[in-house]
């Protein structure tokens, strides 16, 4: 059962891995790596390019808005297996206790990810 199911996790990170490392031909995008960046800012300040005006403001809010999405993905892989441990206990209270800790800690960690959002959203407001 344990095989079969790291089998699972292993093909779905090697697909997911495979699909994230293609890449398209360099005749689809002509655009120079600074094209890019710029493009990157300014779908992020709404702009649609490179401007002067990139604040302090908005490179902090892109750095928290990545690590928040990281994060997220972190905390909800953490409960699937805490879900998992929880499922596969067989009735161990150490497995058990294992699990609903692993629970605990990933909601937390959720909860603490959005709280900081807020508090540095709320911080860089006041700022302007």
């Not at 994060?71 to 805490?82: E, K, L, P, Q, R």
């Not at 909601?107 to 807020?118: C, E, R, T």
């Amino acid at each position: 059962m344990l095989k079969r199911c790291l089998l699972i996790v292993l093909s779905l990170t090697g697909i997911l891995t495979s699909v994230l490392a293609v890449q398209a031909p360099a005749w689809v995008s002509a655009a120079t790596p600074k094209d890019e960046i710029c493009g990157g800012i300014g779908a992020a300040n709404g702009s649609g390019g490179c401007t002067s005006d990139v604040s302090l403001n908005t490179v902090i809010r892109n750095i928290i808005n990545i690590f928040s999405i990281i994060i997220g993905i972190a905390a909800v892989i953490m409960i699937m297996v805490s879900g998992f441990r929880y499922i596969t206990a067989g009735g161990d209270s150490g497995n058990i206790g294992t699990a609903k800790n692993t629970l605990i800690y990933a909601i937390v960690g959720l909860v603490v990810a959005a709280l900081s959002q807020f508090i540095v959203r709320f911080v860089l407001d006041k700022l302007k």
